[in-house]
């Protein structure tokens, strides 16, 4: 049963969270400590103080509710997804993931170009958000995009596209593992390629500078990835308690992983970062970390389109993805990084579109 869903925070969460904010207990910060410690102490305060007493949930909550929410259970999870049909009675259905840390709140501003050609369906990943806490071991990348076919099933879409960065493009390209049949194609503006010393490929330069990139990654773990993936309970007992730990955690890969030049804005990472606090999803969202290390990768077989953006964790090398993947189509942006919908929403939403007509167009 497919049931309407309207975001309304209980005014006490509001409270609390307001209460904690303003008994934080800060740390001190070394002189001139910059960013070689972690998160600048004076912008964290910054952003904390306006999350206290500048940032208005209220408004963006009435903002979120002209989206037409819905939520369904699919294999005993509460799924939470927004379906925006096109005017177009005849488009194609458009399945777009979000990642960690992000949220269906990365696809606000590419819904409207979008639409103009596409049914939309946004879901949010078991264990994030308003699809609620995970319950039970399993929900991994392949598990979801199971997950994603029975839902594009009960809307009644037989033939469907799927887009995602980060966890998005894992769970898109999954989809298309899954359901062959029913996904025309799938885009992805994050799509890792791990070095092969034995595929005898000439690289370019510029690809062996991505491949060292790759390896640098590879070699040092990020600290964040790191604890989720080992013990996503334990970092999710700080997160769920503070909010400025919450802020912390989250703030810091949006600051380090976007385009400077393409900024999100302070209010639209605090609604994001809002909520996990307000769904208290923190832990079972890190646990997808975990997750997908336990479940191999299964191969795509359908049409794989690409972005690629220069701020991003890292960039794709091309005769390395076409080992894998059918690719149809592959794009370097100029601007943006890890963020795309809302670094580029326009750029994002164009390159998606034009992939997608252009699969259609070849039937």
Same mark, same amino acid.
């Given at each position: ?24 207990? @800060? ?23 306006? @999350? ?26 509460? +799924? ?11 488009? =194609?259905? =458009?399945?777009?993931?979000?990642? @960690? ?42 598990? +979801?995009?199971?997950? @994603? ?67 640098? =990654? ?31 955690? +989250? ?100 390159? +998606? ?11």
């Amino acid at each position: 049963m497919i049931k309407p869903f309207r975001i309304d925070i209980p005014q006490t969460d509001l409270d609390d969270l307001h209460d904690r904010l303003s008994r934080t207990r @800060w740390p001190n910060e070394v002189t001139d400590a910059g960013w070689d410690y972690g998160f600048p102490l004076a912008r964290l305060k910054e952003l904390a103080e306006h @999350w206290r007493t500048g940032y208005d949930w209220r408004a963006h909550e009435a903002e979120l509710n002209e989206l037409p929410h819905f939520t369904t259970e699919i294999e005993g999870q509460n +799924i939470h997804f927004v379906h925006v049909r096109s005017a177009n009675p005849d488009a =194609l259905a =458009l399945v777009l993931t979000h990642g @960690w840390p992000g949220s269906f709140l990365e696809f606000l501003d590419v819904i409207e170009p979008l639409a103009r050609d596409f049914h939309l369906v946004i879901p949010s990943i078991p264990g994030y958000g308003f699809s609620g806490p995970t319950h039970e071991r399993g929900w991994d990348v392949l598990r +979801i995009a199971r997950a @994603w076919a029975e839902l594009m099933h009960r809307l009644g879409y037989e033939r469907y596209g799927a887009q995602g960065g980060d966890f998005g493009s894992g769970i898109s390209t999954a989809l298309g593992a899954v359901a062959p049949e029913q996904v025309v194609g799938v885009h992805v503006n994050y799509l890792p390629t791990r070095p092969d010393p034995d595929a005898g490929l000439e690289l370019s330069e510029k690809d062996e500078a991505r491949l060292d990139k790759i390896r640098q =990654l590879m070699a040092n773990r990020p600290p964040y990835q790191a604890l989720q993936v080992a013990t996503p309970q334990t970092i999710g007992y700080a997160l769920t308690d503070s909010p400025v730990g919450q802020l912390a955690w +989250i703030a810091e890969r949006f600051a380090q992983w976007t385009d400077p030049r393409s900024p999100v804005s302070d209010d639209r990472i605090l609604t994001d970062i809002s909520l996990y606090w307000l769904t208290a999803t923190a832990a079972s969202s890190a646990r997808l970390h975990h997750d997908a290390t336990l479940s191999g990768i299964a191969p795509c077989p359908v049409p794989l389109g690409v972005a690629v953006l220069p701020y991003d964790i890292t960039q794709s090398v091309r005769p390395l993805a076409e080992r894998l993947y059918d690719i149809r189509h592959w794009s370097e942006f100029e601007r943006g990084g890890h963020f795309a919908a809302m670094e580029v929403p326009n750029l994002l939403a164009e390159d +998606i579109r034009v992939f997608f007509l252009k699969l259609l167009a070849a039937g």
